[in-house]
């Protein structure tokens, strides 16, 4: 990593992992807020657990570059077309922080009944060693990190990051491999929502 990020006034050093955060990332959040809610095409996934189907408490959409497609939660999902104002963002992601970006995984919390359970961003398709970048819209939500089991960061306490409306969590390599994340219910919250800049390898 370079070590420009450590000058960073949100840098996050933990043991396997090193994040940046920056509460006033998107200039104009209410107006992207809107223009996701409203034009993007939403859909509601289903998860195989324990032999059952499961709707996904959230909506999910999956956009990027032309032929792009990506496989989360057990099923195979191709890229829709940049939504307006989302280039605009990798673009900046790749002139502030150096981060190359070809989709972004889009998921709508409808209110605080919506949530995320723990997982990390491991995909294949990501390669080893991936950049997260995640962009937070609509209400304040708590993004929950815990250590995985019997790694280097086992010893390290869980974290919370409360995520602003326009925010950026910039989650560095090596975090996937040694931390997973999630996103708990808060009943008395509104709509979120998140946006996940990744790099598919092809």
């Known amino acids: 990593m370079s070590n420009g990020y450590r000058d960073h006034p949100g840098y996050i050093a933990l043991a396997g992992a090193e994040l940046v955060y920056q509460a006033d990332f998107v200039a104009d959040p209410n107006a992207l807020y809107r223009a996701l809610r409203e034009n993007v095409d939403w859909q509601q996934s289903k998860l195989h657990i324990f032999g059952r189907w499961r709707l996904t408490p959230r909506l999910v959409s999956f956009v990027g570059d032309?032929?792009?497609?990506?496989r989360y939660s057990g099923?195979?999902?191709r890229a829709t077309v940049w939504p307006t104002g989302l280039a605009e963002l990798?673009?900046?992601l790749a002139k502030?922080?150096?981060?190359?970006?070809n989709c972004a995984?889009?998921?709508?919390?409808?209110?605080?009944?919506?949530?995320?359970?723990?997982?990390?961003?491991?995909?294949?398709?990501?390669?080893?060693?991936?950049?997260?970048?995640?962009?937070s819209l609509g209400d304040c939500r708590d993004f929950r990190l815990r250590p995985k089991p019997g790694?280097?960061?086992a010893e390290e306490a869980p974290q919370t990051i409360a995520l602003q409306h326009g925010s950026l969590?910039?989650?560095?390599?090596?975090?996937?491999a040694h931390w997973q994340?999630?996103?708990?219910?808060?009943v008395e919250r509104g709509g979120r929502i998140n946006i996940t800049f990744r790099q598919i390898i092809r």
């Not at 502030?96 to 970006?101: A, S």
């Not at 919390?109 to 962009?135: C, F, K, V």
């Not at 969590?169 to 090596?174: E, S």
């Not at 994340?181 to 808060?186: A, G, Q, T, V």
């Open 66 to 70: 032309p032929g792009l497609s990506y």
């Open 75 to 77: 099923q195979s999902h």
């Open 90 to 92: 990798r673009e900046r």
């Open 96 to 101: 502030e922080y150096q981060c190359e970006f």
């Open 105 to 135: 995984l889009l998921n709508y919390y409808r209110d605080g009944r919506d949530s995320m359970g723990w997982h990390t961003d491991n995909e294949p398709e990501l390669g080893p060693s991936p950049t997260i970048a995640s962009i």
């Open 151 to 153: 790694g280097i960061a």
């Open 169 to 176: 969590l910039l989650m560095l390599p090596p975090t996937q």
């Open 181 to 186: 994340h999630s996103l708990p219910r808060r």
